[in-house]
């Protein structure tokens, strides 16, 4: 996996490219790990599109700009490292020019053809995927939903694949997807590690094998780049391109995550967890993907953490937007532990949310707001409902003996923020103020792959709960779990260590499938 290519290819700098769902970040990195610069260009005309529907067209011109912003640290760039966001589907012709726009996971015509797709697996290729099955997680129903749409195109596509499967042909020729996006594609088996295409199951679909990419290892070169994509970029003609994967696995290698060791807390509009297992998790319990190293797993829970907090702030009468936040969040700050006994409860589920909780549709409320709360023990509540849907998904993610953990996102609230959720998840925090962390990891990748250099993760920052806190915190927790369950009508979800307490189902073998 871990090959060198052309000659000297560890002795100069990579770059690193992760195409997000609403901006590309770019970054260039020494051999050594030391960031030497950084690029971000918003795509917003991406989603500007029909619901459900995106322009690959956005995403090129952002890359483009993102790139060329760089330009005064990549000449001596020897490898090019690639993320994404992920999922959505895209139709492709033999160049890898996109046919049509791409389908996204939240596409309301979905629905159907996802039900079909989880209809054609049998128990076996069920267990070989490993997954919660919905629109995110079976994104290979979204080649029913084109040829439904758009039959003529679908036709004439040589390619159905992920948005790095775009990135990467447009810039070598060469067609891939790596396990990290396939995962979510409901197509490749996962358990058995073998990340192989369940053919059958394509059959039955009457999804054509040959549309399919290769599926590829993360840590591994896909091809070297074009003269147009170099000149284009004004990089130079034949760097190495790797494959790449999605971008939380991306960045859960910039850190260096591992099974047992630190999980990853994103905080941004979406709140994601993130933990490393060395054996799949069979309850599908939460979003599941094939980990950029081989063996290795990782899920990933969701909340819509940052609209939470916006949502709590108007709530409390502070308005919109992050002045708004900035402000709850300090009020919160100011509260004292004696002030939270009759504090209010925030359940803080504003939209639809993915694994581990799963919700369909909102399931929001404050409780408990009187018009003599002091203003600090309000704030704290809202603030405290946020962070405590972190803890719940987060215990249901990852094992009790992982006392410390990374956090990265939202920090701009300092060191409130930090402080705050240190003292509710009762977890020593280690915050990285890294904005370009999943543009680092693919970078990262290319010192592994290319120069045999495993980077060492960015700095970090401990904070610790705060012990006056701590028996505060541990009876609202309690008090927060009752109101959860009965606000959303459902138990808080098991733990990840229920997981130890019965022996592993065996793996499934494609023969013992067959």
């Not at 000659?7 to 030391?34: H, M, P, R």
């Not at 949502?311 to 009020?331: F, K, P």
């Not at 405290?384 to 609230?413: H, K, N, P, W």
């Not at 006056?468 to 009752?482: F, I, L, S, T």
């Amino acid at each position: 996996m871990s090959r060198r290519h052309p000659e000297n290819a560890g002795d100069g700098t990579y770059l690193g490219i992760d195409v997000g769902t609403s901006a590309t970040k770019a970054a260039v990195i020494a051999a050594d790990g030391t960031v030497l610069a950084r690029a971000r260009v918003p795509h917003p005309a991406a989603r500007g599109m029909r619901p459900g529907r995106v322009s690959p067209a956005a995403w090129r011109d952002s890359v483009i700009a993102a790139v060329r912003e760089l330009s005064s640290h990549t000449a001596g760039v020897s490898g090019i490292g690639l993320d994404t966001h992920c999922p959505t589907a895209l139709l492709l012709d033999a160049k890898g020019e996109p046919l049509t726009d791409g389908v996204t996971w939240d596409h309301p015509g979905l629905a159907e053809p996802t039900e079909q797709l989880i209809s054609a697996l049998r128990p076996a290729d069920r267990q070989l995927l490993g997954n919660h099955l919905m629109a995110a997680t079976a994104m290979g129903a979204a080649h029913r939903l084109m040829r439904n749409i758009e039959p003529e195109i679908t036709d004439k596509a040589t390619t159905f694949g992920f948005v790095g499967t775009w990135l990467g042909q447009w810039l070598t020729g060469e067609r891939a997807i790596d396990p990290t996006q396939a995962s979510y594609s409901g197509l490749m088996a996962s358990t058995d590690g073998s990340c192989e295409w369940l053919h059958e199951v394509l059959i039955r679909l009457e999804i054509p094998s040959e549309q399919l990419p290769p599926v590829r290892p993360s840590l591994s070169v896909l091809g070297e780049l074009l003269p147009d994509a170099a000149e284009t970029l004004s990089l130079r003609t034949g760097i190495p391109v790797l494959v790449g994967s999605g971008d939380t696995p991306a960045a859960s290698y910039a850190l260096g995550t591992a099974p047992g060791g630190r999980p990853l807390l994103i905080m941004g509009t979406t709140h994601v967890v993130s933990n490393a297992l060395d054996r799949p998790d069979p309850r599908a319990l939460a979003l599941q993907r094939v980990d950029v190293r081989p063996g290795r797993w990782l899920i990933n829970g969701v909340i819509n953490g940052g609209d939470a907090l916006a949502d709590g702030a108007e709530r409390l009468g502070y308005g919109r937007g992050d002045v708004a936040v900035e402000a709850l969040v300090s009020t919160a700050f100011r509260a004292e532990a004696r002030d939270m006994a009759h504090a209010p409860v925030f359940i803080p589920h504003t939209r639809p949310e993915r694994g581990p909780l799963w919700f369909a549709e909102p399931r929001t409320a404050l409780l408990g707001v009187i018009s003599d709360t002091a203003l600090p023990a309000a704030a704290r509540g809202v603030v405290e409902g946020v962070l405590f849907a972190d803890r719940m998904i987060m215990e249901s993610c990852v094992g009790a003996e992982q006392r410390t953990l990374y956090a990265c996102g939202a920090f701009g609230f300092e060191p409130e923020l930090p402080q705050l959720l240190a003292d509710t998840l009762d977890r020593d925090v280690l915050v990285v103020d890294e904005s370009h962390l999943p543009a680092i990891g693919a970078a990262a990748m290319c010192a592994e792959v290319l120069g045999g250099r495993v980077i060492a993760p960015p700095a970090a920052r401990r904070v610790t709960p705060r012990p006056q806190w701590r028996e505060a915190v541990a009876a609202r927790w309690q008090q927060y779990r009752h109101a959860w369950s009965a606000v959303t009508s459902t138990p808080p979800p098991s733990t990840l260590d229920e997981i130890t307490a019965t022996p592993p189902s065996p793996i499934l073998t494609r023969s013992a499938q067959q």
